[in-house]
């Protein structure tokens, strides 16, 4: 986020555009002026992207709105000059709300693309405007209307990452099992980006890269239901790791850094009177080098936030909170009394151990 722009927020949801956009907008002006393009063209081609975009924000509130009402929290929405990505806490599980938030951003555009259409229609039509294919004051609400059926209809393509390929999982659900409806969905998607790939090599560059972040969406979709379906039925105690290394808050950093050369230890539990008060990562003790010194207390540079876990709450739930608040490590209680840590690559080799054991 560091690398974007913060544009404001809406019920709760902040928006930000990342950096690369620009490149976009720089490309257009570029290319245009090389190839002897009156600025006003330029400057409406500009216009029209920045329209473009705004109904992708539309897009991911629509998503993210209605995951709200499943109680379903949003992140962030950030702006990437290949579209936009809303950033939900979790996905739904049940087909039935899944369904609805997929569809939810497609409709956005459906509507769009009907509103534009009357007003086109009011103020009148002319498809020789079309055909010109010049943008002006006019003829920029009939191309923004065509975007946003475009929108609507390449999203709805059957394959993760896009909304059509949830769509199918959500259908593919009410019948099968969920991983298997997300293997055969991921598949379907991963067919189709190869397809992509194949004919941008003749046609289209940009299909390309469309076809390799289908792809790689489909895949990562595939890897995570897999990994979360290897949680069912465990809870946060017996991944507990009840042996972890403790730093008093008084200390200086460079008792940190001791513990990290000196051992394995990435994390560490940040106590005040034999009381947890926080977490100190890695990353945590670099930052605290760069912006101070060896001497600055580590109670400085910790995480003074962590994220508390009971010991009787089921992994998977767990998986889903650490991922949301993008926390690696968590301290966990049983009735306010503190027994140990859970950390994402503690999980990541249970479910290492689980998948040799099933082969």
């Known amino acids: 986020m560091k690398f ?29 002026v090389r190839s002897g393009t009156p600025w006003i063209d330029t400057g409406w081609t500009l216009i029209f992207v920045l329209l473009i975009f705004v109904c992708v924000i539309l897009h991911e509130f629509g998503h993210a709105l209605t995951a ?3 109680g379903i929290q949003t992140r962030d929405i950030i702006l990437l000059p290949i579209g936009g990505l809303a950033r939900l806490e979790k996905l739904p599980e049940d087909p039935k709300q899944e369904l609805k938030v997929a569809l939810a951003g497609p409709l956005v555009n459906v509507v769009l693309f009907l509103l534009l259409s009357v007003m086109v229609s009011l103020t009148g039509f002319d498809l020789d405007l079309l055909e010109e294919g010049t943008l002006n004051g006019k003829s920029i609400w009939i191309f923004l209307a065509s975007a946003n059926l475009f929108l609507a209809l390449f999203n709805l393509i059957p394959a993760f990452p896009m909304d059509g390929g949830r769509v199918l999982r959500a259908l593919l659900s009410t019948g099968m099992s969920r991983i298997k409806a997300t293997e055969i969905a991921g598949g379907i998607g991963q067919l189709m980006a190869i397809a992509f790939v194949f004919f941008g090599l003749f046609n289209n560059p940009v299909l390309v890269l469309i076809g390799i972040f289908i792809f790689l969406g489909a895949q990562a979709e595939v890897n995570q239901t897999k990994q979360s379906s290897f949680l069912e039925g465990y809870q946060v105690g017996d991944v507990l790791m009840r042996k972890f290394p403790i730093l008093a808050f008084d200390a200086p950093l460079q008792k940190a850094v001791d513990k990290l050369l000196e051992g394995q230890a990435i994390h560490f539990v940040v106590v005040k009177e034999d009381t947890p008060i926080g977490i ?16 600055t207390p580590v109670e400085k540079v910790a995480d003074q936030s962590p994220l508390k876990l009971e010991i009787s709450l089921p992994l998977q739930e767990a998986f889903k909170k650490m991922a949301a608040g993008n926390k690696k490590v968590a301290l966990v209680y049983e009735a306010n009394h503190f027994l140990g840590i859970l950390d994402q690559e503690n999980i990541s080799e249970f479910i290492m151990v689980k998948k040799a054991l099933i082969r």
Request: hydrophobic fraction near 45%; avoid cysteine.
């Open 4 to 32: 974007s722009l913060y544009l404001g927020k809406y019920s709760g949801i902040k928006v930000f555009i990342h950096w690369t956009f620009s490149l976009l907008l720089l490309w257009i002006v570029i290319s245009n």
């Open 68 to 70: 709200q009402r499943y």
């Open 280 to 295: 100190l990562s890695r990353e945590g003790i670099v930052l605290g080098l760069q912006q101070g010194d060896s001497q």
